[in-house]
């Protein structure tokens, strides 16, 4: 796995996913992609507790044209469509036509 480091602040977000992705060289061989932020609460954005919608938002502009699934894993109790609304991501998902969904976990009790 290839890894890139970038110092970045919100103010240019922008730009430094850019350079993260042009660092490693990435390009999709898809034409849908799946981004996983960490939102496991009904945090708001811009508090640094969970990763802010504007971080995704520049993933989304690198990557135009292209299907976008966001999918989150809601800690236990917490209703996925609060979370998605109150951290910014309904909204994110309205403006870029993106599919929202929530991970599941399943356990499989086979040894």
């Known amino acids: 796995m290839t890894v890139s480091v970038v110092h970045a602040t919100m103010e240019d977000i922008e730009a430094k996913v850019d350079k993260a992705l042009a660092l490693i060289g990435y390009q999709p061989k898809k034409d849908a992609i799946f981004i996983k932020p960490n939102v496991p609460n009904a945090g708001l954005a811009g508090q640094g507790l969970f990763t802010d919608p504007k971080v995704v938002k520049a993933l989304l ?3 135009p044209g292209r299907e976008i699934v966001v999918g989150e894993g809601c800690f236990v109790g917490c209703d996925a469509l609060r ?10 998902a309205e403006e870029y036509s993106l599919r929202l969904t929530k991970l599941y976990q399943t356990l499989d009790n086979q040894s």
Do not use: N, P, W
């Open 61 to 63: 502009k690198c990557f």
């Open 83 to 92: 979370v998605f609304q109150r951290s910014g991501y309904a909204e994110l």
